[in-house]
């Protein structure tokens, strides 16, 4: 059923026939604000956009517009619905409907078509021209439904742990998903305003209101959640709409208040006391959450860190007004983004008024820090890393904080270390890293030393030449045709097709890193810590993926450059009976004055391995040492 609610919900999020694209206007400011440095998460923001948003809107006459209030802004349209179109008058109806609905169509079976009366459902509600009791305690009986369909709808992609290429029809119940939790976000606000401008209150106004901001947070809560999940972009006004219910929630005084949640005990991070929690304490969650950059870290610690942000939640505290002596995250009412640690404005030339009452706030983190730091002393099952991440992150000691270029020019992009070294090896520019490699001796003994029996060399670029292969021809010399390769032919068209390079548009550039903007599909073969190589302008430049999102028109990625020098070789590991294996793909990397190091798949290769190097033609045998950066797919190792 189409209805006017619809119109509320983000176009991030429709799936299917119902996915429209993505305003350019939007995603063209989204660029422009990632280009400024404010920020290094996807969800950037200009410094520009918050001094222009925070200024008094101009009437025609001249004089200043008043600011709308919490209340106009979280505006769901008119209750018009007289009845639901089921026949049920008040929840006790609704509850018999919705278990027979459900023997009918059991959830397992029939998720995908129970979500779209579901969200039917909640739309009537949101116009139902009902008491705000009645609404409320219908909301109630659906919100365990809906989060069950909801668990069912995304249990196949967090089985497979959120890695791999998502199927379309896995990618269509993700978005189903969010949808449902965006109509029931939109459903309680409705019933929180009905509350709100509702005179004169009754008895137990402030204990519906405070149960109905809670639902409503809560439901912004698990859609931050799923999509930071399955690396979607967070479904336009999330960020906004939920920061204008605790907005409310603090203007009612009702932001410190208690609330049962039956639902509480269900989820991961909850203990067998938990039984509620503070109105606002969905949101502080999913703001500590969102501040630690999910979009860098795989499935599994994400896991641990949404459990880590659900504890750390219960001492944050909303303030006013900034204390620069704190560690904070700042939040402004007027954008649709997370809060941002306050550490990244300190060398920037934004006001932090607008981070404060009335403009928005920031969230203390003495408390969290101060639980992270003893986690971080006995972290037990959880990683030290990451919480080593996190603290790194909130002090201000990771992330590009330099200022971005905007670019926007065109580019071509290839995924996974084999694609790369395939394209790598086309090139015929000299490679120093080589030459480090595989030359070992010091200068004083290769002046002494000189060995004139070497194989053929190309005096150009100083690779050694295979067999029946010439030198590249100069203004000296002619041009000669190889000779006919003794080798078995291999299917050229099948290997480019292969690793044929994908189309992107470069965004903006750092001096370490970039912002890339690929095709749609690319979304399910994407993976935060994977290998990728941009070329512009006839050079491969290699990165590693730092944080990436969808959108239903394209991808976004931000990369980090490995910078320097790389060169394709093919490496042979030996087995601890001392067996050769085969040929395996690796990158070879080295900046001047630094010795080179081994880009390996992280499952194929560990610290002690002894493997053979092999390129052009060249061959030595090293033992690879520790690592110097780790990832989920690759490793790169210190060798001799």
């Known amino acids: 059923m189409q209805d006017a609610a619809e119109l509320e919900i983000g176009h991030r999020a429709h799936p299917g026939s119902d996915a429209s694209g993505t305003s350019e206007t939007n995603i063209d400011d989204r660029a422009r604000a990632d280009s400024t440095g404010i920020d290094t998460d996807p969800d950037s923001v200009a410094a520009a956009h918050v001094s222009r948003t925070d200024q008094p809107a101009q009437s ?58 579901l969200r039917s459902l909640l739309a009537e509600i949101t116009r139902w021209n009902a008491p705000a009791r009645l609404r409320l305690a219908s909301l109630e009986v659906l919100r365990p439904i809906v989060a069950a369909h909801c668990d069912a709808l995304t249990r196949a992609t967090a089985d497979s742990g959120g890695s791999g290429p998502h199927p379309q029809e896995q990618r269509r119940d993700l978005l189903i998903a969010a949808i ?15 509350l ?33 999940h399955f690396y979607l972009a967070t479904p336009k006004s999330g960020w906004s709409r939920m920061q204008q219910l605790v907005q409310l929630a603090r203007e009612q005084q009702l932001d410190q208040r208690r609330v049962l949640d039956p639902l509480a005990r269900t989820r991961a991070s909850a203990n067998r006391f938990t039984r509620g929690e503070k109105v606002i304490q969905p949101y502080l969650q999913s703001a500590l959450f969102a501040s630690a950059n999910p979009l860098q870290l795989t499935v599994e610690d994400q896991r641990q860190l949404w ?44 006001d932090l008024k607008h981070f404060t009452a009335p403009f928005g706030w920031s969230i203390d983190l003495t408390a969290p820090l101060r639980q992270l730091q003893r986690r ?80 053929s060399i190309d005096f150009h670029t100083g690779r050694a030449l295979k067999d029946y292969e010439v030198s590249v021809p100069d203004a000296y010399s002619s041009a000669l045709p190889s000779a006919p390769s003794t080798a078995r032919q291999t299917d050229n068209a099948r290997v480019q097709k292969r690793y044929q390079p994908i189309p992107a548009t470069l965004l903006n550039t750092s001096d370490n890193g970039a912002g890339l903007r690929l095709p749609p599909d690319i979304q399910g073969r994407l993976h ?14 290699v990165a590693l993926v730092r944080w990436h999102y969808g959108l239903p028109d394209q991808c976004r990625v931000g990369v980090e450059l490995l ?15 001392g067996r050769r294996t085969g040929p395996m793909a690796g990158l070879l990397t080295g900046n001047a004055g630094l010795p080179p190091e081994l880009v390996l798949p992280t499952p194929l290769f560990q610290s002690g391995d002894s493997v053979d190097i092999v390129a052009a033609g060249q061959t030595r045998n090293v033992t690879l040492h520790q690592r110097s950066m780790t990832t989920g797919s690759i490793a790169i190792f210190e060798f001799s």
């Not at 449902?180 to 009905?194: E, G, K, N």
């Not at 149960?211 to 809560?221: C, F, K, P, Q, V």
């Not at 700042?330 to 640690?341: K, M, V, Y």
């Not at 670019?407 to 694609?419: F, N």
Request: charged share 25%; with cysteine; glycine share 6%.
């Open 376 to 455: 971080l002393r006995r972290p037990g099952k959880l990683s030290p890393d990451l919480l080593s991440r996190v603290q790194g992150l909130w002090a201000g000691e990771k992330g590009r904080s330099d200022q971005r270029t905007p670019v926007d020019i065109r580019c071509e992009v290839i995924l996974g270390i084999s694609a790369i070294c395939h394209h790598l090896k086309q090139g015929d520019e000299v490679a120093p890293e080589l030459v480090a490699a595989f030359d070992t001796r010091d200068s004083a003994s290769r002046s002494k030393n000189l060995v004139m029996e070497v194989g």
């Open 60 to 117: 025609v006459g001249g004089k200043a517009a008043r600011a709308p209030s919490a209340q106009e802004k979280l505006a769901t349209g008119p209750r018009d619905l007289t009845a639901l179109t089921c026949g049920c008058r008040n929840h006790r109806q609704l509850r018999r409907w919705i278990d027979s609905l459900l023997q009918q169509n059991p959830i397992d079976g029939k998720a995908q078509r129970n979500a779209g009366t």
């Open 528 to 541: 935060s810590g994977d290998l990728i190589a941009v070329q512009v302008k006839e050079r491969w430049e």
């Open 180 to 194: 449902l939790f965006q109509h029931q976000a939109l459903a309680y606000t409705s019933v929180c305003l009905q």
């Open 563 to 577: 910078g320097g020098y790389t060169s394709a070789v093919r490496v042979h590991r030996y087995t601890k009976d």
């Open 307 to 350: 459990s880590c942000c659900a504890r750390w939640a219960s001492g944050a505290r909303l303030q006013d007004q900034i204390n620069p002596a704190v560690r904070s995250l700042l939040a402004n009412l007027r954008l649709d983004q997370a809060p941002i640690p306050a550490v990244r404005l300190q060398h920037t030339r934004v």
């Open 196 to 228: 709100v401008s509702e005179e004169p209150h009754t008895l137990f106004f402030r204990r519906h209101l405070a149960r109905a901001l809670h639902r409503g947070i809560d439901s912004y809560r698990s859609l931050v959640q799923i999509s930071s």
